[in-house]
């Protein structure tokens, strides 16, 4: 069975500090990967997905930047965080090559920037 | 753009009751649509797919989709405590990775 890592669980981060999440996926190849956040209150906003190794795509122009170095690796990093930059986070996947698949999500990496 | 929209306020129902979500979609080339229950602090975990036109039913869940009215809807059955959360709607459309979600809908269940 697929299972998929996200870690950590909950992050404090002053502002102007760096940030990495890292997500994993295990039991499945070449899957379809996405970062999402969820404000306080507010639905989910992709951020970005990623099809393959190195293949990025960006929904929403930020301070943020993703990358998958391997192809079950999916990293969202900042240089710099804002307190905009709060919330939830978290990673998804989805088997490629089929509209019905839907999206399975990690458990989320609750952020906030003080 | 693609949209999909759930407009219900929060929704009570009492425990054995069924609660009705509604979720409208903007684009006739929607493909597939999911709903997805979320626990607060929690995150999504799927509860139904749907892809023809028609009722699917799983449990105490019930999926209804139509295609020409652009509506996908969701039932539960016999509602208990455990059921209180907010449920998102989602849409992905043809030729599109990505899935589209509504806002969602709190229900609570009240004992």
């Known amino acids: 069975s697929q299972t998929i890592h996200q870690w950590p669980a909950t992050l404090v981060q002053p502002v102007g500090s760096p940030l990495s999440l890292e997500c994993t996926v295990e039991?499945?190849?070449?899957?379809?990967l996405y970062w999402y956040r969820q404000a306080a209150g507010r639905g989910l906003q992709l951020l970005f997905y990623s099809v393959g190794i190195g293949q990025i795509s960006s929904e929403v122009p930020q301070n943020l930047s993703a990358s998958r170095p391997q192809d079950r690796q999916f990293i969202l990093s900042s240089k710099k965080l804002l307190l905009s930059d709060s919330g939830f986070y978290l990673c998804?996947?989805?088997?490629?090559?089929?509209?019905?698949?839907?999206?399975?999500f990690g458990n989320g990496t609750r952020l906030t920037v003080t | 753009q693609k949209e999909v929209e759930q407009n219900s306020g929060p929704l009570s129902v009492p425990e054995g009751a069924i609660a009705s979500l509604n979720c409208t979609y903007s684009d006739r080339g929607s493909q597939s649509f999911f709903w997805y229950r979320q626990y607060s602090g929690k995150s999504p975990e799927l509860i139904m797919s749907?892809?023809?036109?028609g009722d699917k039913e799983d449990g105490r869940f019930t999926a209804q989709l139509n295609k020409a009215s652009q509506y996908v809807s969701l039932l539960i059955r016999d509602s208990q405590p455990s059921d209180s959360a907010t449920y998102l709607c989602a849409g992905r459309y043809y030729g599109n990775n990505r899935l589209a979600f509504g806002k969602g809908n709190q229900v609570v269940v009240i004992p």
């Open positions: 039991g499945t190849s070449n899957p379809n």
């Open positions: 749907i892809y023809s036109n």
């Open positions: 998804a996947w989805n088997r490629q090559s089929s509209y019905n698949s839907p999206l399975h």
